[in-house]
């Protein structure tokens, strides 16, 4: 199909200038100003193979929403299954402004929305200065998740420069 093409199937919505549908394995191939749109998730790109019944799939030059506030860029976006995405050559941030006030700009990425974000050769960048590099980062998207805190470092006249590392241990929500 071509124009301005919507496919509903379930809770997805497929918007597309192009459409190639398989009928028994419910593939779609999407091409030209595509949108997919899946519970509190909206991820626009130029090409998405997409299958419908499994919710797996590839979105090339990809940008969207995914729920709790994450917005992205991807050079690739792989949906492996419903709550989990892999990204390449992305920038992520929470930021809701037009230039965001901070980014993490990646090589790679795993998503899982409302859980957390794993992240591989991490650039942090505030507006569009690279500030620094982190080999490996996991980045929880939780209220409340054990984890280390970020490192203050200090100087203070006779004690000279110190260095703190916290741990922050999220026992159970009643404690």
């Given at each position: 199909?071509?124009?301005?093409?919507?496919?509903?199937?379930?809770?997805?919505?497929?918007?597309?200038?192009?459409?190639?549908?398989?009928?028994?394995?419910?593939?779609?191939?999407?091409?030209?100003?595509?949108?997919?749109?899946?519970?509190?998730?909206?991820?626009?790109?130029?090409?998405?193979?997409?299958?419908?019944?499994?919710?797996?799939?590839?979105?090339?030059?990809?940008?969207?929403?995914?729920?709790?506030?994450?917005?992205?860029?991807?050079?690739?976006?792989?949906r492996k299954q419903a709550g989990l995405y892999a990204l390449k050559r992305a920038r992520l941030t929470a930021c809701?402004?037009?230039?965001?006030?901070?980014?993490?700009?990646?090589?790679?990425?795993?998503?899982?929305?409302?859980?957390?974000?794993?992240?591989?050769?991490?650039?942090?960048?505030?507006?569009?200065?690279?500030?620094?590099?982190?080999?490996?980062?996991?980045?929880?998207?939780?209220?409340?998740?054990?984890?280390?805190?970020?490192?203050?470092?200090?100087?203070?006249?006779?004690?000279?420069?110190?260095?703190?590392?916290?741990?922050?241990?999220?026992?159970?929500?009643?404690?």
């Amino acid at each position: 199909a071509t124009g301005d093409v919507e496919i509903h199937y379930g809770e997805v919505l497929v918007l597309a200038d192009r459409v190639e549908y398989d009928l028994e394995t419910k593939d779609v191939r999407a091409e030209g100003n595509v949108v997919v749109q899946t519970g509190g998730e909206v991820i626009r790109a130029e090409r998405a193979l997409y299958n419908l019944e499994t919710g797996r799939g590839t979105i090339e030059q990809a940008s969207g929403l995914v729920q709790p506030s994450v917005l992205f860029e991807a050079e690739t976006l792989e949906r492996k299954q419903a709550g989990l995405y892999a990204l390449k050559r992305a920038r992520l941030t929470a930021c809701t402004q037009p230039n965001p006030r901070w980014s993490f700009g990646l090589s790679r990425a795993n998503l899982k929305p409302g859980d957390y974000v794993e992240m591989w050769d991490a650039v942090v960048r505030i507006k569009s200065v690279p500030v620094f590099y982190l080999p490996y980062l996991r980045y929880p998207l939780k209220d409340r998740a054990s984890g280390f805190l970020t490192p203050q470092i200090g100087f203070a006249g006779e004690k000279g420069l110190s260095f703190s590392q916290s741990y922050y241990w999220a026992m159970a929500p009643n404690m």
